[in-house]
């Protein structure tokens, strides 16, 4: 088992998803190689300056 470089928790996951994490925990999430797909473009959905 390794960790990866960015130091992003399953929990920090979690976070992201039900949109309690800052910007700087998106941005780092959105780095991990093994974020699957989905939450990679979900996770910069997040990121987008509202309409």
């Known amino acids: ?3 990866d470089e960015n130091n992003v928790t399953v929990a ?3 976070q992201i998803y039900v949109r ?3 910007e700087n925990l998106v941005r780092r ?3 991990v190689p093994a974020l699957a797909d ?3 473009t ?3 959905q997040q990121l987008e300056p509202e309409h």
């Open 38 to 40: 989905s939450l990679r």
């Open 20 to 22: 309690e994490a800052d």
């Open 12 to 14: 920090d996951i979690v």
């Open 29 to 31: 999430a959105v780095q």
């Open 1 to 3: 088992m390794s960790r």
């Open 42 to 44: 979900y996770f910069q």
